[in-house]
């Protein structure tokens, strides 16, 4: 199947970075993108659609969440991060199983689509039903089920978290053809060992894997790090190992000078989750100084119950305004930079070359905004009006591996009211 899209404002990508093709055209040939230009292709297609007053996007890509915690949406709120979890998450994650798990997986991944993301970076547990969600939905997604232990003497084959990651990464890795892929994960240095984190570090080293980490999210889990071990979290990390192959790290609310130069010597991708990060009021990552260093910076909404929901546009907007407010500099965090974070970077990061861009010979991962809106006129910068002006709403068709999943409201690969009423008997049981 050939589709051609006609006439629409492209965000195009190349060695010079994004370029807008205006009234332009896009031709996809199954999942691939195979033309664009601003000239129209001599050879036919079997779907021509007209994208007049529309902007054709990269899909945009969630770098950290833990999507089945759309049932926890509001939960806590005005707690410290210490006593949310202790107080308002963990006792009713107590009460969660594999068909809730699943269900809210499946109501994040309804709302991520119909905002635009297509891929997104998920730390949780009974991810069975999640990544069978997923694969309905014709997503992607890396998933991964974070290991746990305070027992000192605890080894990986004791360990029952190790245990459900093993399964997992055996059974799943690649699986439906690279939508799923299986990241190794630590939660967080407060909740794990040094004796498991260095032997986990080890099989993730040797098996070429991919680390996903909490790291340095508040000013009492570092300054917690530096008491027990005299060094800090990222000091501590990088002693055990963990970053000795490929990794991301979520937050880094709280890292110093010192821990910037590891993290950008050791090829560290740093996850940014403003949203989150205020509402738990953990503080400010020091995101224009990881940059400078030439730290891959991407953007997570982290989980709905810390952030309320999972609106990319929303993180773009906040990432950019913090910084410049806090810093007194408008210069810094501009949109370009803003959209690479969402896009490109976050690509890099879940190590999926073939998507995060439009160029010819990527992955057909497109959304569709429509520009015909109040709060989007004029259209003098499409780079500022991304970051700065477009809404979720403003998505009208998302699109994954050439084949449409979500437009104009139209859900085509998820019941959109079977998600409805399965999210009302869970919330029944949890609450």
């Given at each position: 199947m050939k589709t051609l899209f006609e006439e629409a404002s492209i965000l195009s990508y190349g060695k010079d970075g994004f370029t807008i093709i205006e009234n332009g055209y896009l031709g996809i040939e199954n999942d691939l993108i195979i033309y664009l230009s601003e000239n129209k292709p001599e050879v036919s297609y079997d779907v021509n659609k007209n994208m007049s007053g529309k902007l054709l996007s990269p899909s945009l890509i969630n770098?950290?969440?833990?999507?089945?915690?759309?049932?926890?949406?509001?939960?806590?709120?005005?707690?410290?991060?210490?006593?949310?979890?202790?107080?308002?998450?963990?006792?009713?994650?107590?009460?969660?199983?594999?068909?809730?798990?699943?269900?809210?997986?499946?109501?994040?991944?309804?709302?991520?689509?119909?905002?635009?993301?297509?891929?997104?970076?998920?730390?949780?547990?009974?991810?069975?039903?999640?990544?069978?969600?997923?694969?309905?939905?014709?997503?992607?997604?890396?998933?991964?089920?974070?290991?746990?232990?305070?027992?000192?003497?605890?080894?990986?084959?004791?360990?029952?978290?190790?245990?459900?990651?093993?399964?997992?990464?055996?059974?799943?890795?690649?699986?439906?053809?690279?939508?799923?892929?299986?990241?190794?994960?630590?939660?967080?240095?407060?909740?794990?060992?040094?004796?498991?984190?260095?032997?986990?570090?080890?099989?993730?080293?040797?098996?070429?894997?991919?680390?996903?980490?909490?790291?340095?999210?508040?000013?009492?889990?570092?300054?917690?790090?530096?008491?027990?071990y005299g060094k800090t979290p990222t000091e501590w990390f990088s002693a055990t190992g963990v970053f000795d192959s490929s990794c991301q790290a979520a937050h880094c609310v709280v890292v110093e000078d010192g821990d910037i130069d590891i993290l950008a010597e050791k090829g560290v991708s740093v996850v940014h989750n403003p949203t989150s990060n205020l509402i738990l009021g953990s503080g400010f990552a020091p995101i224009p100084a990881l940059l400078e260093r030439g730290v891959n910076i991407t953007l997570g909404t982290d989980g709905a119950a810390s952030n309320n929901n999972l609106n990319m546009f929303e993180e773009m907007h906040i990432a950019s305004i913090i910084h410049k407010g806090y810093h007194s500099n408008p210069a810094m965090m501009n949109p370009k930079t803003l959209m690479e974070m969402v896009t490109v970077n976050a690509a890099k990061m879940m190590r999926r070359s073939d998507i995060g861009t439009l160029e010819v010979g990527k992955k057909a991962d497109i959304i569709a905004v429509e520009l015909d809106r109040p709060h989007l006129i004029p259209n003098l910068d499409l780079l500022s009006l991304m970051v700065y002006s477009m809404q979720a709403s403003d998505v009208v068709m998302t699109m994954v591996d050439g084949e449409i999943v979500y437009e104009n409201g139209n859900f085509y690969t998820i019941d959109a009211e079977k998600v409805r009423f399965d999210v009302k008997n869970a919330l029944g049981k949890l609450y």
């Open positions: 770098g950290h969440g833990h999507s089945p915690m759309t049932l926890l949406r509001g939960v806590g709120g005005g707690l410290t991060l210490e006593r949310w979890l202790k107080e308002a998450i963990w006792p009713i994650e107590d009460k969660l199983d594999a068909q809730s798990v699943r269900v809210g997986a499946r109501l994040a991944i309804m709302e991520m689509i119909a905002a635009g993301t297509t891929c997104f970076s998920d730390m949780y547990c009974l991810n069975e039903g999640t990544i069978e969600e997923i694969c309905t939905a014709k997503v992607k997604s890396n998933q991964t089920r974070p290991i746990l232990s305070n027992d000192s003497e605890e080894s990986l084959a004791e360990n029952k978290a190790y245990r459900e990651f093993k399964s997992l990464y055996d059974s799943f890795d690649g699986y439906d053809d690279g939508r799923i892929l299986i990241d190794f994960s630590i939660h967080a240095e407060y909740t794990i060992t040094e004796k498991m984190t260095r032997e986990y570090a080890r099989l993730c080293n040797e098996s070429n894997g991919h680390m996903h980490i909490h790291l340095s999210e508040t000013s009492k889990e570092h300054q917690g790090c530096r008491k027990k």
